[in-house]
């Protein structure tokens, strides 16, 4: 449907046991809780059963050494279980070395009834998540996959596209191999059920070169975006500070010089009131323009700034 194209590994589940690629966990469970058993698998029939019993016995194993990018893909149906089962297929980093190296749970089902499953990306040091969810019936067999490419992951169900993120800052930062977990989160008190999950096949692919390329240049290109808009924002903030203050001087000085000229205006009304009687003004003419007694000198020569009777406060401002 999305022109995979083949498999780079497939594990079919057609024998009586586990191959020699898969790692069964043993020890502790998730948290230390419970434990984790090699004895929690059984193949049957091509499929793979992982039981989990009331005492919290369960199982968790590793399909060796994983890829960076590519695309996982398990059929998987978990029948109704107890609420303290969590049946899940996950990314995890072959460098061991989470958080840091992510985590990628594309089916995680922790709904006791199996109607609804999510997806967690955990990153970062502090264990970050970012997560979604879908409501399916995963008590019937249905495909559930993840895709990883240097620019996004994205989770599918029979094909079908439900979560994605194309934040680039998330994503592992190294190479990852699938596991197939049934976890264990006692929730205290009550009798735990006995629950399982079973697996018809799962199949790894890889990336091929030109999607790799394609994809790590458009992620060089997001951070050079990044960086470029972080350079922009940086520069603006140095260059904000002195614009600002040359806005202010210049305010400053336009009103220093308004108050100079207002009051040079004032001045010289006063003065030309004081030997004019106001009754022989000539209608219409401004009494800065009018001369000693009211006549009127005639053009003002505004060619030299130093004629004329507009005060030279005025004439600078």
């Known amino acids: 449907m999305h022109d995979w194209g083949q498999p780079n590994r497939v594990d079919e589940f057609d024998g009586t046991s586990l191959s020699d690629e898969w790692e069964p966990y043993d020890g502790a469970g998730h948290n230390g809780a419970g434990r984790r058993s090699p004895g929690a698998f059984s193949v049957k029939d091509g499929v793979l059963t992982v039981t989990g019993t009331p005492d919290g016995t369960t199982g968790g194993m590793a399909w060796g050494k994983g890829q960076q ?3 996982w893909e398990g059929r998987v149906r978990a029948p109704a279980a107890d609420p303290s089962y ?3 297929l996950l990314l995890w980093p072959d460098a061991e070395n989470w958080p840091v190296g992510g985590e990628v749970d594309f089916m ?3 709904d006791s009834k199996r109607r609804s499953t999510d997806m967690f990306l955990h990153y970062g040091e502090d264990n970050q998540q970012v997560q979604g969810s879908v409501d399916v019936d995963a008590t019937q067999w249905h495909d559930w996959a993840v895709e990883w490419t240097p620019d996004h992951i994205a989770a599918f169900v029979d094909g079908k596209e439900w979560w994605r993120t194309d934040d680039t800052s998330i994503l592992p930062p190294g190479p990852m191999h699938l596991t197939v977990q049934l976890d264990w989160f006692p929730e205290g008190g009550g009798d735990v059920k006995q629950s399982e999950m079973q697996i018809d096949w799962i199949k790894q692919y890889p990336l ?5 390329a394609e994809g790590e240049g458009a992620h060089a290109k997001d951070l050079a975006h990044d960086a470029a808009g972080k350079a922009v924002e ?3 903030d140095v260059v904000r500070a002195p614009v600002a203050g040359a806005v202010g001087a210049a305010e400053g000085v336009a009103d ?5 000229a207002e009051g040079a205006v004032d001045t010289a009304r006063e003065a030309v009131e004081a030997v004019v009687p106001q009754g022989r003004l000539t209608e219409g003419a401004p009494d800065a323009l009018l001369g000693p007694a009211g006549v009127d000198p005639g053009p003002t020569d505004t060619s030299d700034p130093r004629r004329g009777l507009v005060p030279d ?3 600078a401002g």
Do not use: I
């Not at 220093?256 to 100079?260: D, G």
């Open 256 to 260: 220093r010089a308004t108050a100079t």
């Open 234 to 236: 940086g520069a603006s």
């Open 108 to 110: 995680e089902m922790s």
């Open 313 to 315: 406060a005025v004439r």
């Open 69 to 71: 990018y590519g695309r």
């Open 208 to 212: 091929s070169g030109t999607e790799v």
């Open 86 to 88: 969590h049946a899940l």
